[in-house]
């Protein structure tokens, strides 16, 4: 029972590793993507102009600011996956231990509270990482790039 927890963890962490390394090709077009649909952000803002302070700034600063924005959402979301991830194998780690000491019981206990932890750092995390454009009033999910 125990050595397939140990295989599902080391296939979990070589699976998030080769995620984690393969990423780093597709930034260029990540970014040119991102440039596009801040230009066309910028579009719709000067043509709805639903937002003063957005409509009143320069294009600019409307790019530099949603440019950078962009940027740290994807740095956020980086480190909400690599926090997420750490809490996940946390968790596996514990249930194995205490399933190991206690059975399955104890396993689907710490299992369960670990699933709860995660999930409120994961809910957490992504309303944090876009809390500081929604105060300005941008609409994030026109910057994010999938």
């Given amino acids: ?43 719709t803002i000067r043509r709805e102009r639903r937002s003063a302070e957005l409509a009143a700034m320069s294009d600019t600063e409307l790019r530099d600011l949603l440019h950078s924005g962009a940027r740290n959402l994807k740095i956020a979301a980086q480190r909400k996956s690599w926090i997420v991830m750490g809490t996940a194998i946390a968790t596996v780690l514990g249930a194995s231990v205490v399933g190991s000491q206690e059975g399955w019981l104890g396993f689907g206990a710490v299992a369960a509270i670990g699933a709860i932890v995660t999930y409120g750092a994961n809910e957490y995390l992504a309303r944090r990482m876009r809390a500081p454009l929604e105060r300005r009033g941008v609409d994030i999910d026109r910057l994010m790039v999938e």
């Fill in 1 to 43: 029972m125990i050595w397939l927890i140990e295989i599902a963890l080391v296939l979990l962490l070589i699976g998030g590793g080769w995620t984690m390394l393969t990423r780093g090709k597709q930034s260029d077009k990540r970014d040119a993507l991102t440039m596009r649909r801040v230009d066309a952000y910028i579009e």
